[in-house]
Every structure is written in structure tokens, then in C-alpha cells.
């Protein structure tokens, strides 16, 4: 499972850039879970 984890992470990283992600990581882990839940389901990857 930790290894998905970090496979997952490191292509998002190379994905948005270090900065982007950053930003990204940071908005997600202010969110409360229920909003998090829902933007998973609802927002495109």
C-alpha cells in the first residue's frame, strides 16, 4: 500500500511540478474530509 502511495505521489509530482504541488497538497490537507470525499467523486482527474 505504501508503495502505491508513493508511485501515486511522485507522478503527480512530475505532473503539476513541485511548486503546483505543492500548492496542490497543501489546499488538500486543509479540506475537511467530507469535502475531500467529495471532490474525488466529483471533480475530473
Known amino acids: ?4 502511495v508513493d508511485r ?3 507522478a503527480a ?3 503539476l511540478g513541485p511548486e503546483a504541488f ?3 497538497f497543501a489546499e ?3 479540506l475537511p474530509p467530507e469535502e475531500a470525499a467529495h471532490r ?3 471533480e475530473p482527474t
Open 28 to 30: 488538500g490537507t486543509r
Open 13 to 15: 509530482r512530475a505532473a
Open 8 to 10: 501515486i505521489t511522485a
Open 40 to 42: 474525488a467523486r466529483t
Open 1 to 4: 500500500e505504501r508503495a502505491d
Open 22 to 24: 505543492a500548492e496542490a
